[in-house]
């Protein structure tokens, strides 16, 4: 069974640039999640979708941020215009459902450099 | 709001000898705790984790933890470490399970031959 897949594994642009990152969840997961971690921090939440449907997005740092999720499978998470203190490690994972006992299953992460 | 506390940032262990890792969190009620490991080019892998019951738990790779609420800790062992199990462990806890994970800095560990 494949894992949690994310595209691409790297990506260094340059600010005010746009970058999207792709998630794609285990197959029948309904739950996606987007976790960031900045250099030297914790690794914080920063949405969930339940299906193409946006449960929670109270982590997402600004609007400059754009996550979807058509049809409920594949997700994006786009960032225009990049900058610099949006460098960092973004992890996807997905679940099946939200029950206390729900695995969470995580992605490799993309490294995003801006520069 | 949750918080996560690992206090040490980088672990030397040599090959052979016993690990073990702090974590501290702070939280209103009875939390659910974890432990995840990054190796590198992998992503993030459940450790273990904690939801109630015995407060020793035993995870993948010989690797235990036990919870001690009057310390709100969660500390991460290990009697032996090997070479492969040089990476970054991370420390989390949830809410309501494992959605919106609250994670720690990480600690990284190296093992020393």
């Known amino acids: 069974e494949a894992g949690v897949t994310q595209f691409p594994s790297h990506s260094v642009i340059e600010k005010g640039q746009t970058v999207t990152l792709r998630c794609d969840p285990i197959?029948?997961?309904?739950?996606l999640y987007w976790y960031r971690r900045v250099m030297g921090k914790e690794i914080k939440f920063l949405l969930h979708f339940v299906k193409e449907s946006k449960q929670d997005e109270s982590g997402m740092p600004n609007n400059r941020f754009l996550a979807e999720r058509t049809g409920g499978t594949y997700s994006t998470l786009k960032v225009q215009p990049a900058e610099l203190e949006d460098s960092g490690v973004y992890f996807c994972?997905?679940?099946?459902?939200?029950?206390?006992?729900?695995?969470?299953?995580f992605g490799s992460g993309t490294q995003l450099s801006v520069l | 709001a949750q918080s996560v506390t690992q206090p040490d940032i980088h672990i030397t262990v040599s090959e052979g000898a016993s690990l073990e890792l702090r974590c501290n969190y702070s939280y209103g009620a009875t939390p659910y705790l974890f432990w995840y490991v990054q190796s590198p080019g992998q992503g993030l892998q459940l450790l273990l984790k904690?939801?109630?019951?015995?407060?020793l738990v035993q995870g993948i790779k010989g690797f235990e933890a036990e919870f001690k609420r009057s310390q709100s800790s969660f500390n991460l062992r290990k009697p032996s470490v090997h070479w492969s199990d040089a990476a970054e462990y991370f420390c989390a806890v949830g809410p309501s399970g494992y959605s919106t994970l609250t994670f720690g800095k990480g600690t990284m560990l190296l093992v020393s031959p």
């Open positions: 994972a997905s679940s099946q459902g939200t029950g206390v006992h729900e695995k969470l299953f």
């Open positions: 197959s029948g997961h309904d739950n």
């Open positions: 904690y939801f109630s019951g015995d407060t």
